[in-house]
C-alpha cells in the first residue's frame, strides 16, 4: 500500500506537475505530452498522478488558466501604478512578452490545441471561457480609463496586436520592438 503525501509534499507535487506541464506544453504540444513523462519529472508513479487531477486535460486546463490568471494580475498591477494609458501601454507590453514564453497562450488555432479543447469537459471550458472573458476585458473595463472607441472594437484591437505574436518569425525587425511601436502608435486612437 502506497504510503499517504503530507500537505507540503502534496503542494510541491502539483506545482511539480503544472511546471512540467508548461515545458513539454511548450516543447512537445499537448497530444505528445504524457502523462508518464509528467509524473516522471514529478517524481510521482501514474497512479499517484489521479490523487491531483482527474485527468491529463483537468491539468492542462488549470495550467493554461492558471497562466492567463497570473499574467492578467501582473497587468493590472502595471495598471494599477500608472492609471493612464501609459500603464495600459506598459501593460500590454509585459504581455506581450510573457506570450512570448509560453506559445500555448497563442497557438490556439492549432491542431493540437483543438483536440485539447474537444477533450475538455464542460466545466473546465467554461473556466476557461471566464478566465479568457476576464483577459478580454481587462483593458476596457478599468474606472480611470477612458475609451475613445466602442468597447468591442479596443478588446478587438488589442487582441490583433497580441495575436501579431504568431508571425513574429516572419518579421525583418526584432518582434518585440514592432510590438512596442504598434502600441505605443495604436493607444491614443483607444484612449483619451
Known sequence: MARGFSEREKENIRRSLQEACKQ?????????????ELCREAGISKGAFYLFFASKEELFCE?????????????????????????VAEALKMVYREYDKSNFLYDADSRDFTILMN??????????????????QLFVNQPYLNLMVKPELAVSVIYSLLMNIKNKHLLPCDHPSVFDFMVDSVLDHLYQ
Do not use: F, H
Open 24 to 36: 513539454y506544453w511548450m516543447q512537445y504540444g499537448y497530444k505528445k505530452t504524457s502523462v508518464d
Open 119 to 136: 477533450k475538455l469537459s464542460p466545466e473546465q471550458a467554461k473556466k476557461l471561457e471566464d478566465v479568457n472573458n476576464r483577459s478580454r
Open 63 to 87: 495550467v493554461l488558466c492558471s497562466v492567463q490568471t497570473e499574467i492578467c494580475e501582473a497587468a493590472l498591477a502595471v495598471m494599477e501604478e500608472k492609471r493612464s494609458k501609459y500603464g
